[in-house]
């Protein structure tokens, strides 16, 4: 080989390298949630911190496709098979098992990170926590436990209180699930149960108005995104009513409901943005463990109960996280 010809091969061994390196197309990540990005601004804003904490930036060093299901569950699965077109390299499916289920009837090899308010176990998800053994893991929001501290709560609040309405998304199995432990741990306090089931016409107003006849005492509201999205109409209408309600999270209370608990939703959605920055990175989901939320926090709203005509007790008060004035 001639001295020009091996400089000029040498040189392009040296050059081909970097030249591929600056064609690589921009990642493009998916985000699938079933709600509306009006009511999940800060839960964005929480996510794209977790993946910034790993070096992508939005609009700089990734794209982020968000698809909302605007309330309607049946719109996911079309909107997953969208994103699978569209060629992305992972999928957050977010706000709860239908997003993550239409998902992975989606794709098996695109990585998904969920956020789910159950266990994603039982619900078939993953094989088991600490292995997920598939394309997907994810964060998991709540336990048993936790729904059961929320019946605890309200009984601390109300103990001579003698029947429990529970709201629950009859459309969404996590919700119904959640609503099934409602009941078996007010049952063990004693307490009679009343379940108020709305389906995809939210029809909340004839819902709480099915309360009256069963002179509930108090209500839970269940952990489903739909919900979170209509939380102004249905704090307003626990108040019209006159019903102590607990919530699952801290925008209730904030909007003006009377008190929440349960895991921070921001911290899950960062959590969930630092495991789609560990994927990128080369990380696979099926050596990720499913993550269980550790931050929790209890919200009480003393103007709400004021309006009812409540006492918190101090023992209460002294457990708030959070007291809205």
């Known amino acids: 080989m001639r001295r020009r010809e091996f400089i000029t091969t040498l040189c392009g061994v040296a050059v081909l390298p970097l030249a591929a ?44 496709e968000f698809r909302w299901g605007l309330g309607d569950y049946e719109r996911l699965p079309e909107m997953a098979v969208d994103l699978v077109r569209r ?13 993550v289920r239409a998902a992975r009837a989606a794709t098996s090899e695109i990585p998904i990170v969920f956020t789910i308010g159950a266990d994603p176990v039982a619900f078939g998800l993953v094989a088991s926590l600490n292995r997920p053994g598939s394309n997907v893991t994810g964060i998991s929001l709540v336990s048993g436990e936790v729904v059961s501290k929320r019946v605890a709560l309200l009984r601390d609040l109300l103990p001579v209180a003698r029947v429990l309405g529970v709201l629950t998304n009859s459309t969404s199995t996590a919700s119904e699930t959640e609503a099934h432990i409602a009941e078996r741990t007010a049952h063990t306090l004693g307490w009679e149960t009343k379940v108020l ?44 009513h006159a019903i102590p ?25 960062r959590q969930a943005g630092l495991y789609v920055g560990r994927i990128l990175k080369g990380e696979k989901a099926a050596d990720l463990p499913v993550m269980q939320a550790s931050k929790f926090e209890l919200i009480i709203n003393l103007k709400a109960a004021k309006t009812l005509g409540l006492s918190i007790p101090q023992a209460l008060l002294a457990l708030a996280d959070e007291v809205v004035e």
């Open 245 to 269: 309600t607990i919530y699952s999270l801290r925008e209730y209370p904030v909007a003006g409901g009377l008190m929440s608990y349960g895991a921070s939703i921001n911290d899950v959605y």
């Open 197 to 240: 089931r709305v389906d995809k016409g939210w029809d909340f107003d004839a819902a709480f108005q099915s309360l009256a006849p069963e002179r509930v005492d108090a209500l839970l509201v269940t952990t489903d995104p739909i919900f979170e999205s209509q939380r102004h109409r249905i704090v307003a209408l626990a108040g019209q």
């Open 21 to 64: 390196r600056a064609q690589q197309p921009t990642p493009v990540v998916g985000f699938l949630n079933g709600a509306s990005p009006t009511e999940l601004g800060p839960r964005v804003d929480a996510f794209r911190d977790g993946l910034a904490a790993n070096g992508f930036f939005e609009s700089r060093t990734i794209v982020i």
């Open 87 to 99: 060629g992305v390299a992972v999928i957050a499916a977010t706000g709860g098992a239908p997003s």
